[in-house]
């Protein structure tokens, strides 16, 4: 009976933590989508970004619901079981049983899968905003450069 509770305390949390994801994401994309300084590419990573947590925060709110369904109805077939007679009934009940937890696998799996692609994603999107921001700082280094050179012909008094 103790596993019941540890289950159904295991789902409750992954619940909350899956509306709590829900809420700061979508206050998140509230602040990007109404940000007028972001460029298309920025837009266009945000929006993904917003998608896939969104997408892993339900998912996850859909596993704090099973885990404790599923133990829940093991425990009760556990107690109800058929005669040992109903083979076939029996049978049943193991393949059910079975590919119950093997989509709650696939859930788990998928949502592995979507925090590497939002991870794998942002890393790129770092990379590619510090190679903007370095080309950026490099043609202000340049432009200064020829501010001073131009400065310096204006006070020799030549040109």
Known sequence: MSDIYASLAFGIGLV???GYLIRWQAVMWRSHRTDPGLEEREMR???RQYFRRMLVSALLILLGIMIPAGDAVMTWLGNNVPAADDQ???KRYQAMFAGYWIIVLLITLWI???AAVDWLSTRVFVRKTRVALSTLARQR?????EVDRLRGRHRNGSS
């Open 16 to 18: 909350f933590v899956g």
């Open 141 to 145: 280094r340049e432009l200064e450069a």
């Open 88 to 90: 076939i009934l029996q």
């Open 45 to 47: 990573h945000f929006r």
């Open 112 to 114: 592995v899968l979507l």
